[in-house]
């Protein structure tokens, strides 16, 4: 298959094709994208790694792509040689924002469904993204090799979903190659290409950002009128800052630099920035010395939903901490933080996420990659307060809900989309009624597979729904959700007290009539969790300065060993040691000594485990 | 001893001590224990390096045993001679298990002997014997008080049969004040051992077991609670059900009742869990421990410290013989402490004593907690004020609270 590729900087956009692949996290999408390397020869056998596009070991470790990268690939259709540009996207509900403008820099998608489990949740919200940016959607069933697949099915309710015919489903499989050839062909011939301006000003859309230590921060674009140049100065839309070219290219898929990028292009560039803010996800670059006069529509910055304190378990650590997320937030705009004290935690970082596995991912990685013990508090979101003498208080915090009266509490609202067997559907309206949900639809995708829309509070969905909502449903029913306004509700902050003494990091904003349910909870999780101390230690739930639940802790009683075996002391000298370390990772409250696990255990919606034996 | 040695660094085959053993030698006392690793059955609660008949199979002889340690002995008076250790006489000697009157009294008069050749013995020193009550008779109790020991100390654990059971005991209670009795008649000092917080022992239980180590008038009393050790039978028993385990509050309580009862009999606490009639009752061998004091640990397992060096020696009865054959140290490994680590090793132990720990000992963070383990009823005010930090009550029921509180840092 001896190809001349068309040369980048100089190519035609009607041999362009630009798109993407919707997929829910593993359904193949990986898989059938190193197989689309492997067939155009971007990729050679030996060079194989698994999954190419995924680049982080977290990413491949869930089986989930953070961040989108983009490839060219050469496709001959007909005797015409192609450019196809494969735009990867991020694949989960937290990073809605950034698969916007990945699929902004597309003109279709290949809507991937494995043929054994039909479309998801999170699928369908992107599908529904596809088609609102009138995307080309070509349906794909993946996985036909499955001895559970089930093609027929599923095709019809992709039909059913985008309009068409069932027999119309392309149906390959990643792992085995088959289907994936035709599925190329179907791109080039079913797909627009890409239309724009050459002899306008430059406009090209940044579609992501990634840091590199070498080579600072590389940006990924779609070029959609005009053209841009090695070595001249471009100028960032939003912020009018500029920089010079440093080098333009594409990936195919290593960096290959090119002599520029024309329309409909898609390819890389390097400016010398050292900090993605600087090159920001939805912006428009345009020539400096020939602006745009406008740039392209849907640029928004990256907006925080969910905040969780984030404290070293050793003090010492702070600093440690600071430059580690300084680091992260080179290669993530969305991460937001700002130094926070807490009388139990002491310091640490107030850090705004996207959601709660742009949390989970943040925190692996301070772990991880900076080698920190971290201390996260239970998350929240942002609540808007009005107080008794009409002042607004935004509280990303509890400890910053007022003490005073309360005239009005505001808290985020989303509206929620849910996919299941409709044998679920009581136990999922009884888990959505349960956290104050309120059902706005609910539709057949097919016979037996419901959607339901859900207006929820934010709030109720960030601890652990997802969780329940696998349970409830034996893992089949799927989510997405997106933010939508906010609501006026009845809340108030519950305070726990160790001693008489209040401890932040477990306090909470919740519903009233769940109040005490959660004082309940917490004072006997840390009864289980905090070791005896040398005094009595009593627990409590407060809102304000009443109290609604009480728990107990004995004092110690026994705290010796008895004997020292014919005179090995070492053996004593050694327990000693190990109880002094032990004493180390206890943080003081007050008086009492309260265990890291106890914290991390009372933050989590874990049942909690034996206390730890002395 | 615990059956699992510690870490440490190798020993040398010659035994040598680093140069730090000699420094102030002069001013501690010189001790002996003797490991005996016998036993004719073994308890479902013991970890102790001892081995019964049946376990070591035809490879080590009990017969030969005295032989064995004797060769220890005399590697040993060699090794602090080469070693550069001023020659003391021995203050104490202690024979442990195991259950040393397993073997006849000839045997542990002949190591005595041994011992008594090589150091020589200081004038009124203690030397003492554990025993089962049911492997003595009055003749063989004679024959140790003719060889020099002076003290005998009874492991009586209960006199409570189905707490007993549960120990794997298998003496008769009734047994105990008889074995006191010879004893006596022997002109040996006597201290009866106890175990408290066995699973299944009521209050009552062991208040029986108090008042009938009491009837029997011995000159020294230990009560001890029961430490469930990994890997033992009674272990298992609790891990599958079938014993309840022990519990802490269980403890402070009979340990409490222990205190209340022996002080009313006139027996006082000088250790955590020792008591004795009068000063001279108490026992010496056990305080060098804790004073630290030098003594030589011979046997398979034993542990020894000389100057802030401490070693110990392999475990089977089997290596140590090949070992003492070949004409090698049986130490099998030893650390030798820092001063840091003396000093925290001191107040560790020191504050386990009625002496208690000189407050001019203590670093500045430990004495700006005494107030505080005064205030929490763990340290006693009034010898706080004469510069001593010594337990109360509550303060010995807390005492490794009360250490890692007195070594902050």
Known sequence: ?614 | MPSVLPIGDPAPADGLLPPQAAGGAAGRRFCLYVHIPFCAVRCGYCDFNTYTARELGSGVSQDQYAGTVGAELDLAAQVLQRSGVPARRLSTVFFGGGTPTLLPAEDLARILTRAAGLWGLEPGAEVTTEANPDSVTPESLQLLAAAGFTRVSFGMQSAVPHVLKVLDRTHNPARVPEAVRWARDAGLKVSLDLIYGTPGESLQDWEASLEAAIACGPDHISAYALIIEEGTRLAARIRRGQVPNIDDDDHAAKYQLADERLTAAGYGWYEVSNWARTEADRCRHNLAYWRGDDWWGAGPGAHSHVGGVRWWNVKHPLAYAGRLNAGESPAAGRETLDEATRRLEHVMLQTRIIDGLATAELGPKGRREVAGLIADGLVDGGQAVRGRIRLTLQGRLLADAVVRRLLED
């Open chain 1, 1 to 614: 298959m001896a190809r001349t590729a068309p040369v980048p900087a100089a190519t035609d956009p009607a041999i362009i094709r630009n798109f993407c692949i919707i997929a829910h996290i593993d359904h193949g999408k990986s898989t059938l994208a190193d197989r689309m390397l492997q067939l155009t020869g971007v990729v050679e056998q030996r060079d194989m790694r698994a999954q190419y596009l995924d680049r982080m070991d977290i990413e491949r470790e869930r089986g989930i792509t953070i961040k989108s990268q983009a490839v060219r690939m050469p496709w001959e259709v007909d005797g015409t040689a192609y450019a196809l540009n494969m735009i990867d996207t991020p694949g989960h509900v937290d990073f809605t924002y950034e698969v916007s403008r990945s699929l902004a820099a597309c003109e279709g998608a290949v809507l991937l469904v494995d043929a054994a489990q039909g479309i998801e949740a999170q699928t369908l919200a992107n599908l529904y993204l596809a088609m609102e940016n009138d995307l080309t959607i070509i349906p794909v069933l993946n996985k036909i090799d499955l001895p559970a697949a089930q093609p027929e099915k599923y095709a019809a309710e992709l039909a059913n979903l985008i309009g068409g015919d069932p027999a119309d489903v392309l149906k390959v499989s990643g792992k085995t190659g088959e289907g994936v050839e035709s599925l190329l062909d179907k791109i080039v011939r079913d797909l627009p290409a890409p239309v724009g301006d050459a002899s306008a000003p430059a406009r090209a859309m940044i579609f992501d950002s990634v840091y590199d230590t070498y080579r600072g921060v590389v940006t990924y674009v779609r070029v959609v009128d005009g053209k841009l140049s090695p070595r001249e100065r471009i100028q960032m839309m939003s912020t009018k800052a500029s920089h010079e070219l440093l080098e333009i290219g594409v990936s195919s898929p290593e960096p290959t630099p090119t002599n520029g990028l024309g329309v409909g292009e898609v390819g890389y560039l390097i400016t010398g920035v050292k900090d993605v803010r600087q090159s920001k996800v939805g912006d428009t670059i345009t020539n400096l010395a020939r602006p745009a006069a406008e740039s392209l529509a849907g640029y928004a910055d990256p907006k925080p939903m969910v905040f969780s304190g984030l404290y070293p378990i050793d003090g010492s650590d702070y600093p440690a901490l600071r430059e580690a997320l300084d680091k992260l937030k080179l290669n993530d705009a969305a991460l937001v933080y700002e130094p926070e004290t807490s009388a139990a935690l002491g310091f640490g970082f107030r850090v705004g996420f996207l959601g709660l596995l742009h949390l989970e991912i943040v925190r692996e990685r301070l772990e991880r990659e900076f080698n920190l013990d971290l201390i996260s508090t239970a998350p929240n979101v942002i609540y808007e307060v009005t107080t008794e003498d009409k002042k607004t208080v935004t509280v990303t915090n509890p400890s910053e809900f007022p003490t005073g009266k309360v005239l009005e509490v505001r808290e985020p609202m989303v509206s929620a989309t849910i996919l299941a067997p409709n044998e679920f559907v009581g136990a999922i309206m009884e888990l959505c009624q349960s956290r104050r949900g309120d059902m706005k639809a609910m539709d057949y995708l097919s016979e037996d597979r419901v959607e339901l829309r859900y207006r929820l509070p934010l709030a109720e969905i960030v601890f652990d729904f997802f969780d329940q909502l696998k349970s409830k449903t034996r893992g089949y029913a799927s989510l997405d959700w997106k933010a939508e306004g906010e609501q006026v509700a009845d809340l108030v902050k519950v305070d726990i007290l160790l001693q008489g003494e209040q401890v932040d990091a477990f306090s909470a904003i919740t519903h009233k009539d769940k109040a005490y349910s959660y004082g309940v909870m917490m004072t006997s999780k840390l009864r289980e969790l905090i070791p005896r101390q040398q005094f009595e230690v009593p627990i409590q739930a407060a809102i304000g300065s009443r109290i609604i639940a009480r728990e107990n802790i004995r004092a110690i009683r026994k705290d010796v060993l008895a004997k020292c075996y014919g005179g090995d002391i070492t053996r004593k000298r050694k327990l000693l040691e190990k109880q002094k370390e032990g004493k180390k990772r206890m943080k003081m409250v007050g008086r009492v000594e309260v265990p890291q696990e106890a914290f991390i255990a009372a933050l989590s919606s874990e049942e909690p485990k034996d206390k730890a034996k002395k």
